[in-house]
């Protein structure tokens, strides 16, 4: 059961737009709608951010949106903001007997 | 509101036995769809799925440790142990309870529990 596979780093100005890519297979993420995208700043617990690939959890900011194509799902957090800046990992359901796996991870750096 | 909690010895020898366990509120682990998962992650490093026990006591586990996890629950004391035999410097991490409904998603977890694997 490998990782879903996201770029180490993505970094820019507040204000702008980022998208995070979270790839895998058709076993995961391109075989169910059931993608999550979880923040987590240093020292704290991951938090939900969107699920079902482009849901808001209530209280979630509609800066953050979630999409999915093929086995490639992305995350896009529009009108940077500094508290912007930590890990975000994406989550897959799949076919595997434990039936959820994370992503790499994507540190955000906001300039 | 929902809330979880792990406890749990903070270090262990190379060898030993970890237990863990999780304690939770504001909702049933009897009621359909709902599952508790232990998620952990090493020092710098990401998140990564242990365990899961579902409503049903269906139980499920990672399938690079599946030989050294077990997972059990007690619904009365809304309460998750989870075990992991044979600690290795490697598993130092820290180390998470959650709630999880259908398809993955995680929309509560625990404040985490930092598990050191050191002689």
């Known amino acids: 059961q490998s990782a879903l596979t996201q770029p180490a780093s993505v970094s820019a100005s507040p204000g702008q737009s980022i998208t995070i890519s979270c790839t895998g297979t058709s076993s995961d993420v391109g075989g169910y709608d059931y993608v999550s995208w979880y923040q987590q700043h240093p020292g704290k617990a991951p938090k939900l951010m969107i699920h079902?690939?482009?849901n808001r959890p209530s209280g979630v900011s509609d800066r953050f949106s979630g999409s999915k194509s093929g086995n490639t799902a992305s995350l896009t957090i529009s009108g940077l903001q500094a508290e912007d800046e930590a890990d975000y990992y994406c989550c897959s359901y799949t076919s595997s007997t434990l039936p959820n796996v994370f992503g790499t991870g994507t540190k955000v750096t906001v300039l | 509101q929902i809330t979880l909690k792990e406890s749990g010895p903070t270090l262990v020898k190379p060898t030993q036995t970890l237990t863990l366990t999780c304690t939770f509120s504001?909702?049933?682990?009897?009621?359909?769809?709902?599952?508790v998962a232990w998620i952990r992650q090493p020092p710098g490093k990401a998140l990564e799925w242990l365990a899961l026990i579902y409503w049903d006591d269906d139980k499920r586990y990672s399938p690079s440790l599946k030989s050294r996890l077990t997972i059990s629950k007690d619904t009365s004391k809304n309460q998750v142990v989870l075990t992991m035999t044979n600690m290795d410097p490697v598993d130092t991490a820290t180390y998470y309870c959650a709630h999880r409904l259908g398809g993955g998603r995680v929309g509560y977890w625990g404040q985490g529990t930092l598990v050191t694997v050191s002689s």
């Open positions: 079902d690939v482009s």
């Open positions: 504001g909702f049933s682990l009897s009621t359909g769809g709902v599952a």
